[in-house]
């Protein structure tokens, strides 16, 4: 039963630069949430994808920006890099069962570093 | 707005000591989850526990144990007879509660770096 898998691991850009973070589910997982976790500090809310669509959104600029696919991974993008955007980024999945709360299940993450 | 506070940054113990990691939180939300995750030295945040805010009844799996009081809005973890695999900084969360049967987004405490030594 694969977990939540985030691709690359580790990521070295300048500022300037877009990226792009990919997250695959855990299996039978249909929402996807992503998290940017500062050094030193708790993970932070950006967004949520379910059907494609985002559902929330938590206090990050346009820059910050998703996707996600009939299959049910996602993407993160981030544009015009800054060095403040330097962290390591959390990709959560979860089940819609249409009433609760369900626990989201993370992967290991992509640490980002800007030069 | 919500938040939580986890007041200890970093505590250590020696193995087969008792450890209990404070978790204080604020929201206007009279439905709510709370929840704990351990995150090892390889990042990964590993699901420990999701209590509703309806549910005031301790809990207890294995060497751990958790003491939900909403009168003092606090949601305590302990470890017992700690071993050093449970080394790792442990984060309390919490989130509203979902009218959309998605999960509402996490906002974590700062977390506390548990240090068991031999």
């Known amino acids: 039963d694969a977990g939540v898998t985030q691709s690359p691991t580790h990521l070295i850009k300048t500022r300037g630069q877009q990226v792009t973070l990919r997250c695959s589910p855990k299996?039978?997982?249909?929402?996807v949430s992503w998290y940017q976790q500062a050094l030193g500090q708790g993970p932070q809310f950006i967004f949520q994808?379910?059907?494609?669509?985002?559902?929330q959104r938590g206090n990050f600029p346009d820059r910050f920006s998703g996707h996600q696919f009939p299959n049910y991974s996602s993407e993160l993008n981030v544009n015009a890099l800054l060095l403040g955007d330097s962290a390591l980024y959390l990709c959560?999945?979860?089940?819609?069962?249409?009433?609760?709360?369900?626990?989201?299940?993370f992967g290991d993450g992509t640490r980002l570093s800007i030069l | 707005a919500q938040k939580v506070t986890q007041a200890q940054t970093e505590i250590s113990v020696v193995e087969k000591e008792d450890v209990t990691l404070d978790c204080v939180y604020e929201?206007?939300?009279?439905?709510?989850?709370l929840f704990w995750y351990k995150q090892p030295p390889s990042g990964e945040l590993v699901f420990l526990i999701r209590?509703?805010?309806?549910?005031?009844q301790n809990e207890i799996s294995g060497r751990y144990s958790w003491n939900f009081q909403k009168s003092t809005s606090s949601f305590n973890f302990t470890i017992t007879a700690s071993q050093v695999v449970d080394s790792a900084v442990y984060f309390c969360?919490?989130?509203?509660?979902?009218?959309?049967?998605?999960?509402?987004?996490?906002?974590f405490g700062t977390g506390t770096r548990l240090q068991v030594t031999l």
């Open positions: 959560a999945s979860s089940l819609n069962m249409g009433v609760g709360n369900q626990p989201q299940h």
């Open positions: 299996s039978g997982h249909d929402t």
């Open positions: 994808y379910y059907e494609e669509e985002e559902r």
């Open positions: 929201t206007r939300d009279t439905t709510y989850y």
């Open positions: 209590r509703n805010s309806f549910d005031e």
């Open positions: 969360a919490l989130s509203e509660a979902s009218n959309t049967g998605t999960a509402s987004k996490l906002t």
